[in-house]
């Protein structure tokens, strides 16, 4: 009579103790988001911030290394293109977006430069 057998059935409080353990399973994922968010996406944001302002503020007389390696100075600036002579009578016209670094004018020389 009483051979048969009983199955559990999920009630309220077992349901909610099921989306708790769902809950606590993706909180490693959430961690490991946080992680890369704060050790490798917002560094590299905050770089390209830094360089877009740089390169924004660049102005006639700066130093200008471009992306190719080129080292000269700034004579022209536009809104989105720079002239830059390397030499004497050495001119060329680059998109403002190609520099890799600016060094304004007046500044001081490596220890290791003449």
Do not use: C, W
């Given at each position: ?36 968010y704060f050790l490798i ?74």
């Open positions: 009579m009483f051979a048969s057998p009983a199955y559990a059935q999920a009630t309220g409080g077992a349901a909610a103790a099921g989306g708790t353990a769902a809950l606590i399973g993706f909180l490693p994922y959430l961690a490991i988001f946080a992680i890369f996406i917002r560094p590299q944001q905050q770089r390209v911030k830094q360089h877009r302002a740089m390169v924004d503020a660049v102005k006639k007389g700066d130093d200008v290394v471009t992306g190719g390696g080129i080292i000269g100075k700034a004579v022209r600036v536009t809104d989105s293109e720079v002239e830059v002579e390397a030499g004497p009578n050495v001119r060329f016209v680059v998109l403002k977006s190609t520099l890799a670094d600016v060094k304004p004018r007046g500044m001081p020389a490596a220890a290791n430069e003449k």
